[in-house]
């Protein structure tokens, strides 16, 4: 059961290049949501800080926080594993703390599986066209042709797990997405949630994997 002390989660999911991380760090700056620290096995990159973007760890580390069950969710991604430990995020909901996880479909599929008791609101953002997450991922850290041809590929196999989430929303303009999302927060959290048009989500998708 949801009690109304408890904290809340929210999961936001995308295909890399879809702005996520952009979104999710402006829905903590202005509003009271903590965002959950993945423990990784990639490497840090040039404008990452350890222990606030991620727990940069070892494989070695991270078997054993399997091994031990401290995860909520892990998973494999882009050969690397992400994962989130249990303990800090209930801790903060339990305390009244709203989380939000910048985590992908995998870890959203395990999380739901729980059925923790605690409210939990899932988006999946998509880019506005496939000519703009092409820029995106081009302009990123990965300025290899093969990399982001690999992410391409990788986008219209996770596109498909849209189906899955509570909301899709169409990144097309920041401020607007950002307000979307926090309207959508803010009706689930006031019982009145609202549905989206999930034909038009779909003829999206189909665009952006032609
Ligand atoms: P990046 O390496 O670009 O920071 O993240 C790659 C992908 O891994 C993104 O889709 C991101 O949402 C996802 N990710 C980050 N942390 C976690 C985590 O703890 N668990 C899971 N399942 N995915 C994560």
Same mark, same amino acid.
């Given at each position: 059961m949801f009690l109304k002390k408890d904290g809340i989660m929210v999961i936001l999911s995308s295909p890399s290049g879809a702005g996520k991380t952009t979104l999710v760090k402006l829905l903590s700056e202005r509003n009271n949501f903590? #965002?959950? #620290?993945?423990? &990784? &096995? *990639?490497?840090? *990159?040039?404008? +990452?800080? $350890?222990?606030?973007?991620?727990?940069?760890?070892?494989e070695t580390e991270f078997n054993e926080l399997i091994k031990n069950d401290e995860f909520l969710e892990y998973a494999k991604v882009f050969n690397n594993l992400y994962g989130t430990t249990k303990s800090p995020v209930i801790k903060r909901l339990k305390n009244g703390e709203n989380v939000i996880f910048d985590i992908d479909w995998q870890g959203a599929d395990q999380i739901k599986n729980k059925k923790l008791d605690f409210k939990l609101i899932t988006f999946f953002i998509l880019p506005p066209? $496939? =000519? %703009?997450?092409f820029e995106r991922l081009s302009n990123r850290d990965m300025k290899d042709k093969l990399i982001v041809d690999e992410r391409m590929k990788e986008f219209s196999r996770d596109v498909l797990h849209w189906i899955?989430?509570?909301?899709? #929303? %169409?990144?097309?303009?920041? =401020? $607007?997405?950002?307000?979307?999302?926090?309207?959508?927060?803010?009706? +689930? #959290?006031?019982? &009145?949630?609202?549905?989206y048009d999930k034909n038009f989500i779909r003829s999206h998708v189909e665009k952006l994997t032609s």
């Open positions: 903590n #965002i959950s #620290i993945s423990h &990784t &096995t *990639r490497k840090p *990159r040039e404008k +990452e800080t $350890k222990n606030k973007d991620y727990y940069f760890v070892d066209s $496939k =000519e %703009i997450l899955n989430y509570d909301y899709v #929303i %169409i990144n097309d303009d920041l =401020e $607007k997405c950002y307000q979307k999302i926090k309207n959508l927060i803010d009706n +689930e #959290i006031n019982n &009145t949630p609202k549905s």
